[in-house]
Nanobody, 119 residues
């Protein structure tokens, strides 16, 4: 099982980045996908989530209207489009896959990609 994030980098406030996460080693379409982030000295927080079946999405309040997550089940990819970035969006962003199967939760995490927003 592997989740590999890409697309992070340094951007000025107000700019945009598109993160991608490539999944392999499991049946991607069966898994809910999520983006988390962790800033220095802070706990990891859920940023966006997209379900496996309906593709419905949910977002952290502070990113609603600015971030959009999407998935491509044919390519085993999930994306996070981040617009109007703010310095407080600076963090390591992680991709996560999860599902419940026979009462057991299965979680897989990527290694993370750094996003730095300068003011």
């Amino acid at each position: 099982v592997q989740l590999v994030e890409s697309g992070g980098g340094l951007v000025q406030a107000g700019g945009s980045l598109r993160l991608s996460c490539a999944a392999s080693g499991f049946t991607f379409s069966n898994y809910n996908m999520a983006w988390y982030r962790q800033a220095p000295g802070k706990e990891r927080e859920l940023v966006a989530r997209i379900t496996s079946l309906s593709g419905s999405t949910d977002y952290l309040d502070s990113v609603k209207g600015r971030f959009t997550t999407s998935r491509d089940n044919a390519k085993n990819m999930v994306h996070l489009q981040m617009n109007s970035l703010k310095p407080e969006d600076t963090a390591v962003y992680y991709c996560k896959a999860d599902r419940w199967l026979y009462g057991v939760r299965h979680d897989y995490w990527g290694q993370g990609t750094q996003v730095t927003v300068s003011s």
